[in-house]
């Protein structure tokens, strides 16, 4: 058990719709990160938060979005949802950056 | 942008011996951490073990050691005595140092033969 939490573990839903996924960090962790796991690209991270801030971006669609509250959890939002975002999203946290744990990650099938 | 690169989509070792699983990276950055994560049929992400690149001395964890040679950017995992439980997709990653996120090669899928 990483100690990184991950809510729902599996999403079913369809084309167009929105749906949040949340993410509670290790004990002590400032940062969280998301990543996007599919068949075609593979492992690819999507942002960072720290602290409530965002820190780093990387090849998120502009119809996601997230953000992390002052108690340190984060929630990932999809919006206008299509066939191609089916992947599983997992959320990580760190303390110093530089070692990433995972959460067990939350599928999202999109019908 | 850097890169990582796992040669090898699928690698089979019997139980008990040793096995290594290649990577390559690029960049330009000279202050950078690379890791191993392992992934089980659970899709879990566990982080196997981590180097960074300003150590010369390669990283060991129990049955589980690297051959990091940074002039020629490979970071090679090396699993000795290779267990059932070891059967994975083992994922080569690069973070850059400060703000960034993962970068992940397309990973190895190991088969252990019992």
């Known amino acids: 058990d990483s100690g990184v939490t991950q809510t729902p573990k599996h999403l079913i839903t369809a084309t167009g719709q929105r749906v949040t996924l949340r993410c509670s960090p290790r004990s002590g962790d400032l940062s969280v990160y998301w990543y996007q796991q599919s068949l075609d690209q593979g492992l690819q991270f999507l942002i960072q938060y720290y602290n409530g801030e965002e820190r780093a971006k990387g090849n998120i669609l502009e119809r996601f979005s997230a953000q992390q509250f002052p108690d340190l959890h984060s929630e990932l939002n999809l919006s206008s949802l299509e066939l191609g975002d089916s992947a599983l999203y997992f959320c990580?946290?760190?303390?110093?950056?530089?070692?990433?744990?995972f959460g067990e990650g939350s599928w999202l099938t999109v019908v | 942008a850097q890169t990582v690169t796992q040669s090898q989509p699928e690698m089979s070792v019997q139980e008990a011996e040793t096995v290594t699983l290649s990577c390559t990276y690029d960049t330009s950055e000279s202050d950078y951490y690379l890791f191993w994560y392992k992934q089980p049929p659970s899709r879990q992400m566990i982080l196997v073990i981590r180097q960074e690149a300003y150590k010369q001395q390669n990283a060991t964890e129990n049955r589980f050691s690297v051959n990091f040679q940074k002039a020629s950017k490979s970071f090679s995992l090396k699993i000795s005595d290779s267990q059932l439980g070891d059967a994975a997709m083992y994922f080569c990653?690069?973070?850059?140092?400060?703000?960034?996120?993962?970068?992940f090669g397309k990973g190895t899928h190991l088969i252990i033969q019992p």
């Open positions: 990653a690069y973070l850059k140092g400060g703000a960034d996120g993962l970068t």
């Open positions: 990580a946290s760190s303390k110093s950056g530089n070692t990433i744990y």
